[in-house]
């Protein structure tokens, strides 16, 4: 497995430890529809959120949120539909963005609630 997919691992499994302190109930992670791929589903409350993580070394050339380019919201939110489609309920759905930098004191945390909509 090439580098930045373990990257990407490692950023999940912190952000799915993060939602689940802060309550929220994880349904899956890396679900995937297509070619393109869904980080983290949840429930925070009545809302089905949609995760996307992005852990970075450094904030050097910008949060890490900063990536999650228009592209990539379309992308998640054509996967969204497409998993919405898979279950019986009618949720309200909310994009988050989790950036997470670790640097040499741990992890730095930012969960960006409501960070784009459809």
């Known amino acids: ?21 802060a309550g929220y109930r994880i349904v899956c992670y890396n679900w995937r529809y297509h070619k393109k791929e869904i980080d983290i589903i949840a429930y925070d409350s009545e809302f089905l959120v949609i995760v996307e993580v992005k852990l970075r ?25 497409a998993y919405l489609r898979t279950i ?8 988050d963005i989790i950036s997470i ?7 730095q945390f930012d969960h960006i609630t ?5």
């Open 114 to 118: 409501d960070a784009f909509n459809p």
């Open 57 to 81: 070394s450094t904030d050097y050339f910008g949060d890490p949120s900063e990536f999650v380019t228009k592209k990539k919201q379309r992308f998640l939110i054509e996967a969204a539909n």
């Open 1 to 21: 497995m090439a580098f930045h997919n373990d990257i990407g691992k490692k950023g999940e499994q912190l952000a799915v430890e993060f939602l689940r302190k």
């Open 88 to 95: 019986a309920d009618e949720p309200e759905v909310r994009f």
């Open 101 to 107: 930098i670790a640097g040499n004191n741990g992890y």
